[in-house]
């Protein structure tokens, strides 16, 4: 008898979920690239371990919305990337409005670790045997009555303090003892607080804890005009505009069934490899700081000062804000010659850096196997951007679920399996140098049709839901819209910076603390993109 061959890899994953939990889900809609299916409250867990576990699936993001005056329920969206596919499937289940219990996934994906515990602290909805309930995103002053996120919660309102303790998790033992960094740093950085456990020199635990300037964003967008919406998702993390601005533009785009003209694609296009270079390379040169290699820094600075002044040449704002909008761009890249020229010189000005760089042994020798972080931990954390690419992971928004011109154009994804602050070095360098070709690619196609239009009539946007999504210069950045009656009526958002926080504790462990700054450097974390 022949056995039968497990062809679960080549099959569409939407019809093995269709088959093998046909009695758990109620409904089924597709739209574009996006498979909602509403299941069953009580069998969340196995369908979603199910897609994680035996579909390769990724959980991207997480959130819930509070539907009940329309519909009368809260519900519970689990967004997961699928594996090889330009397909999205969307999990979603109902809770009633006096019943404020789901069950938790994190025991089984743990990347739900960190979206369940604020869907707690914004919506009230209590994931039942969570690892770790604490509060996430509110502080211990904040009373538990009020949850931000429900549509009966007033934006302008100003609930009383209360009295509150937050338990640390402590780490007990002879000769260990507790090092307590910030929330307030002696530098220009935002505020975040790292308490580490040390015994002796080595790290042996991390906990960090951050939100201390969470700017409510997401009750912002529903807020505002939909036209002042684009100008906030710019404001999300700073250096990161044109990735923020972008997503959310795709979802209303998907929303409305537009498709932007040519040249907005391969404008945006540039726009968003800019932004990659500047960043990737005050990130290299970060790193050359905080390993004491001043000249290797100053080099890095000023190539970065270069490329932001190009930034402004181009599009009048060193952080490139204020060209992307919805249904296109404002206007064309102008001089394409000399724009393509200043980039060439510009790369050979970054070869040599990153040369000069790589070849100093003292340099190399404090970044080689500092601040480890395993493939199997960055999988499970859903790592993203280079940081996951330095631990072996494939997977580039810009390859995997291509959008803007990049289905036009050719690059070449790097990954490393070294995991380390080298690794994420190089992988950064690689990707500058990719940059570049891609930024060259995109205005020669932008140059043949250089007359075209920039932008295309959106008109009134119709109810709906939809992702938006871009590669930014720290990893995946999504945005879910959901629009009724002309108005934003959810918009979550997800910076890569909130799924890299927490694999930072692990990347620290049997490190030294004079390490952390740069180890945490490597990993390029935004806290005004973490704390929306």
Not at 189 to 204: C, D, L, M, Q, T
Not at 302 to 316: A, P, S, Y
Not at 375 to 400: C, E, K, Q
Request: proline share 5%; hydrophobic share 40%.
């Amino acid at each position: 008898m022949k056995e039968e061959l497990d062809t679960t890899h080549i099959m569409d994953p939407v019809q093995i979920i269709r088959k093998e939990f046909a009695s758990q889900i109620i409904s089924e809609t597709v739209s574009n690239n996006e498979v909602y299916f509403s299941v069953k409250k009580d069998s969340v867990v196995e369908i979603c371990n199910y897609i994680y576990s035996h579909l390769d699936g990724q959980l991207i993001t997480m959130f819930a919305t509070d539907q009940r005056k329309t519909d009368g329920y809260f519900t519970v969206k689990y967004v997961f990337s699928m594996e090889g596919i330009d397909k999205f499937i969307i999990i979603q289940i109902e809770i009633e409005a006096e019943k404020t219990q789901f069950r938790s996934i994190t025991h089984k994906i743990p990347a739900a670790n960190w979206y369940e515990r604020e869907i707690q602290d914004m919506f009230g909805l209590v994931p039942k045997r969570h690892p770790d309930p604490r509060r996430l995103v509110m502080f211990e002053d904040w009373p538990e009555d009020q949850y931000p996120l429900r549509k009966d919660f007033d934006i302008n309102s100003k609930p009383p303090r209360v009295e509150g303790t937050y338990d640390y998790k402590k780490v007990e033992g002879e000769g260990i003892y507790e090092i307590a960094v910030g929330p307030v740093h002696a530098g220009v950085i935002e505020p975040g607080h790292f308490r580490f456990s040390v015994a002796g020199e080595p790290i042996i635990n991390l906990e960090i804890r951050h939100f201390y300037t969470h700017k409510g964003i997401e009750k912002q967008f529903e807020n505002i005009s939909i036209d002042k919406a684009v100008f906030l998702a710019e404001r999300v993390s700073g250096d990161n505009s044109v990735a923020h601005a972008v997503a959310f533009c795709q979802a209303i785009e998907k929303i409305a069934s537009v498709d932007i003209p040519k040249c907005a694609k391969y404008v945006r296009t540039v726009l968003l490899e800019l932004e990659r270079l500047y960043n990737h390379v005050s990130d290299i040169g970060g790193i050359a700081t905080d390993v004491g290699f001043a000249v290797g820094s100053a080099h890095a600075g000023i190539l970065k000062e270069k490329l932001m002044q190009l930034n402004e040449h181009v599009t009048g704002s060193r952080l490139l804000r204020g060209m992307v909008m919805i249904g296109g761009v404002r206007r064309d890249v102008k001089d394409i010659s000399d724009l393509s020229t200043r980039l060439s010189l510009l790369e050979q000005e970054f070869r040599d850096l990153i040369d000069f760089l790589i070849e100093t042994p003292s340099l190399v020798d404090r970044i080689e196997t500092t601040g480890i972080i395993h493939n199997d931990i960055a999988r499970a954390l859903h790592v993203v951007g280079p940081t996951g690419r330095a631990s072996g992971i494939d997977y580039d928004v810009r390859r995997n679920h291509p959008y803007a011109a990049y289905p036009q154009i050719n690059f070449d994804v790097p990954v490393r399996n070294d995991e380390d602050v080298y690794a994420r070095t190089v992988v950064r360098s690689d990707e500058v140098l990719q940059s570049f070709s891609i930024i060259q690619q995109a205005l020669q196609l932008l140059e043949s049709i250089a007359d075209a239009d920039m932008i295309v009539d959106v008109g009134d946007i119709p109810s709906g839901c939809a992702l938006g999504y871009t590669e930014a210069p720290r990893g995946e950045t999504i945005y879910w819209v959901m629009m009724g009656d002309g108005k934003i009526e959810r918009c979550k958002l997800r910076d890569p910076s909130y799924c890299n926080w927490p694999a930072i504790e692990y990347a620290v462990l049997d490190n030294i603390v004079p390490d952390f700054p740069l180890i945490n450097k490597s990993f390029s974390l935004s806290y005004s993109g973490n704390d929306m």
